[in-house]
Structures are given as C-alpha cells and as structure tokens.
C-alpha cells in the first residue's frame, strides 16, 4: 500500500495547477463542440429561402394534340369491348373525328436578370405552344423561347413585365464541395413553391450526355423540380434541377443538378446568338486504357487517342489516326470526357496548341477550330452482326480467337466499307477469347496492327512478332464497324 500512498501524496500536490490544466482544455474543447454543432445544425435557413423565393418561378406549358381515333385508356386494345367503346364514343361525336385537345405540363425555372430572361430545362419546354410563368406573387406572364440547347437540356426564356424583376445571379460551382449545403426550390408534383434542403453529395457526374457535369445531391427534387435552381448557402445558384434516379418516379435522395459553369456558358450562347456555338476539333477518340497503354509501350493510361481523323480542322493540321492527344490549349487531357467538355468550351475559330503523343514522340501542332454544330450529321445506325459463318469470301486463318480473311470488293459492299479500306474481315469469333469478351464480332474490320497498316493474314503475323520482340503484352487493333472506328488492345498468348 505505500507505493500507492506516495503516488496519491504527490498527485494531490499537483492539483491546482492540473485543475487549471483541465480548465483550459474544457474551455477548448467547449469552443470546438460549438464549432461542430454550427457545421452539423445550421441556422434556419428561412432568412435564405425569403432572399432568394422572389426569383423562383413555376412554367406551365400548354400543347395542342391530335383528338384521338379510338378507345384508348378506357380498354386495352384487342379487348372485346374495344367495338362497343368505338360505337359508343363514335354516337357521341356524331361520326366526326375527335377534336384537338390541349395537353400541359408543369416545371420550374429562375429568373436571371432584372429586364425578364429566364433559365429552365429544355425538356420542360419542348414542344410547347405556349409558355406561362408564375411568379411568387401570383403574377402570370406569357414567355417566349429565346433558344434551347439539347445537349445540356437547358433552355432560355423571355417574359416583359411592367417592374424590374427579382433576380438571383449564378455562383462558381466548381467552389462547390461535397458535404456542403444546398437549397433546392421549385414546384414539385405540382404543389407550388416548394424548398428543400441537403447537402452536395458527389460531384462531376455524369449520365449520359456528352457535355453532362451534373451535381449530385440529397435534396429532394421530384417530378415538377425540373429546370429550378440548386442554391448554395450564398444564394448563389450552382445548378439547374434536371434529374432524378428512381425506382419509382419519386425523390430517393439521388437528384442530378447541371453545374452552373455549364449552363452560364450555354446562357450567354443562347443570348447572344439564340442557339449553341461550340469548339470543334475533328476527331473520333477514345479513352487510353491500361491495356491499350501496355500494347502501345506507355507508362501510364491517360490522353485520348485518336480513332479517326475525318475531313475538319484536325486533319488540317495534321493529325493522324493513333496520335494520343495529351494536352489541348495547355491542360493535360485525362480522359475523352474531359477533352471534348474542353474542346466545346472553346471558342469557334480560336487557333489552340495540341500536344499530341505519336510513335513514341511528343510534338505540338496548331489547330484551328470549327464549329460542332455544323459538323454534327446523324450517327451512323448499329448494324447488327452478322451470323457466324455468313461472310464469305477466300482462304481464312485463325489468331487470336480470331478467324480473318482479306478484304474483297464483294466483302467490302457486305459490310458497308468504302473502296479505300483495307485489312481483314472477321468472319468468326471464338466466343472463350479475350476478343469476343472486348466486344469483336463476326463483319469487324481489322484496318491497324501494332500501328501499322495491315492487308493480308502475313501483315498481321508480324505486327504480331514486331510486338513480342518489343516485350509488349498486348498488341493494338484497329478495328472499324459500319464505319466506326476503335481500338482495341489483345493479349499476346506465348
């Protein structure tokens, strides 16, 4: 017991000053519980919502349809009753076809400048005949269409009012992280204005769009959100409601916003010149994988390559099918993703630095750019493949799960391919081979190998060995489909 006697005879000789000690730390920690609380709890945010409602307003959109020729919601067609409903509404309509009949549709936007424009989505508007805007203070104008842009569905409206108009004004949603709080507001289900509160929940999404950078968030957006605005803490508005992901049609959480560095891009396009002008480079490309870096000796998988370079301002300036490009107008290029956001942010014939990646060696050409939407003509439709054992033509070999046969003038009409295109035609595919698992099948067009040109069975078979002497894993395909290019990188089997 003594030992235990000392050590309490020289605890109790420290107590003031550890009693002042933990004073301190109880003050410290008070303060950062406080600061805690302040970030988990946040005030009301009924002095933000006052702010910023004025501006909101809820679209109602009226269309004029086709009355129509039969029974259709009453029975489903082929029913027994179908007749004895035609008769029935035929009696009474007197025999005459039905008349037009109008259809709405409800959605939200923002005002964002005092002399009336206003921000909606493009499918909110699609279509319509009439266009009325209801204001917070019951106030209803006609609006009329100043452009639209499908791409990034957002869509710029006009109202004239009598008063200057409340107006909020967009924010940096690149400053926005994830965790941070937002409001979204608008007219749900129809119900009116409406807010909802939650956080950032990811960023950079996207869906399915080529220039979609959507937010994600947990603030309840439903059926009616569409085309409102996405709030920050500031009032500022970092994105436009569009989407939501549902199982059943209603808010889950999961709610997609259109960042408002986008759509400030497209709003000044639409209102200075009522539709879209974005950059246009000329090339088809794809993302660089890790195994197509493998096939093509490189370090690390990043850039996009070049698939194909079609008449426009790439081939102009020289670039070549299999170029990786590595950075546009100076930043280093990620992905294909990221390059053609690049690339249609750009202006129309600005005059932009690429560095491109060929045959081991960097080199930088100037490329002037031009328009996509001159450029733009419809996708070319996916053909479906043709059965195995249907393509004919000469003597075929097998490599790779793969069996070919050149190209003939007959084969080439089969497939759709113009009287320039060379290489060999896959006429089966071993369907326990790593090329049916990326995606080869029967009518595929191998144009490259290892880079290289290829015509004959014998071409492949040295692209083939070039490539085991380099040490390389994986060789690089070229491979067309009704005129759609791609690369795709096969394992070397010893």
């Given at each position: ?9 020289k ?8 009693k ?6 109880l ?14 709890k ?8 006052e ?8 679209i ?17 067609e ?10 029935f ?7 005459e076809?039905?008349?037009?009949r109008?259809?709405?549709?409800l959605g939200s936007g923002f005002?964002?400048?005092?002399d009336?424009y ?15 805007i ?20 957002i ?7 009598s ?11 690149n400053?926005?992280?994830?965790g ?6 608008g007219n ?14 990811a ?28 709030f920050?803490?500031?009032g ?8 939501i ?22 709003v000044?396009q ?5 539709e ?13 994988t ?14 996009a ?8 301002p ?21 992905d ?7 690339v249609g942010?750009?202006?129309v ?28 003509a419809?996708?070319?439709t996916?053909?479906?493949p ?5 393509t004919e033509?000469?003597?075929?070999d097998?490599?790779l799960?793969?069996t070919?046969?050149p190209l003939?003038d ?15 035609a896959v ?8 090329a ?16 290289q ?8 078979e040295?692209?083939v060995?070039?490539?085991?002497d ?13 005129g ?10 010893e």
């Amino acid at each position: 017991m003594q030992p235990k006697a000392v050590a309490l005879t020289k605890t109790n000789a420290m107590t003031p000053r550890i009693k002042l000690l933990m004073m301190g730390l109880l003050a410290v920690a008070f303060v950062m519980l406080q600061a805690v609380m302040s970030y988990a709890k946040p005030e009301s945010l009924a002095p933000l919502a006052e702010q910023i409602s004025p501006s909101v307003v809820n679209i109602t959109t009226s269309t004029m349809v086709e009355g129509r020729t039969g029974p259709r919601g009453i029975v489903p067609e082929g029913s027994p009753f179908e007749d004895f409903f035609e008769e029935f509404r035929d009696r009474n309509n007197n025999g005459e076809a039905p008349a037009p009949r109008k259809s709405s549709a409800l959605g939200s936007g923002f005002v964002i400048s005092e002399d009336g424009y206003v921000v909606t989505n493009n499918h909110v508007i699609d279509g319509a005949d009439e266009i009325t805007i209801e204001f917070f203070s019951g106030e209803e104008l006609k609006a009329t269409v100043i452009g639209t842009d499908a791409n990034t569905d957002i869509a710029l409206l006009k109202v004239e009012a009598s008063n200057p108009l409340p107006f909020v004004s967009f924010g940096d949603s690149n400053a926005a992280r994830v965790g941070d709080w937002v409001i979204a507001m608008g007219n749900p289900l129809g119900q009116g204005f409406s807010v909802s509160a939650g956080i950032v929940s990811a960023r950079n999404r996207a869906l399915s769009g080529t220039y979609d950078d959507y937010i994600q968030t947990d603030a309840a957006i439903n059926r009616g959100n569409s085309g409102g605005p996405l709030f920050n803490m500031d009032g500022a508005v970092i994105g436009v409601n569009t989407a939501i992901l549902s199982p059943n049609g209603g808010s889950i959480g999961i709610g997609f916003s259109m960042a408002s560095n986008v759509v400030t891009r497209v709003v000044d396009q639409l209102k200075e010149f009522g539709e879209t002008r974005r950059g246009w480079l000329g090339v088809r490309i794809q993302d660089v994988t890790q195994d197509v870096a493998d096939a093509m000796g490189l370090a690390k998988a990043t850039g996009a390559l070049v698939t194909d370079v079609p008449e426009g301002p790439a081939k102009e300036a020289g670039l070549l099918t299999g170029d990786i490009i590595m950075s546009f107008a100076g930043v280093d290029v990620e992905d294909t993703r990221g390059l053609v956001r690049q690339v249609g942010n750009s202006a129309v014939g600005a005059a932009v630095r690429v560095t491109i990646l060929r045959d081991g060696k960097t080199q930088t050409l100037k490329v002037t750019l031009g328009r996509r939407e001159d450029a733009e003509a419809p996708a070319p439709t996916e053909e479906e493949p043709a059965e195995e054992g249907t393509t004919e033509g000469p003597a075929t070999d097998s490599m790779l799960g793969l069996t070919l046969t050149p190209l003939t003038d007959d084969l080439r009409a089969e497939l759709g391919a113009d009287a320039s295109t060379s290489g060999l035609a896959v006429t089966a595919v071993d369907e326990l081979s790593e090329a049916f698992e990326k995606g080869l099948r029967v009518g595929d067009i191998i144009t490259e190998a290892g880079q290289q040109s290829i015509m004959t069975f014998a071409d492949l078979e040295d692209s083939v060995t070039l490539a085991r002497d380099a040490g390389r894993k994986s060789l690089l395909l070229l491979v067309r489909r009704a005129g759609d290019p791609r690369f795709v990188a096969l394992g070397l089997e010893e």
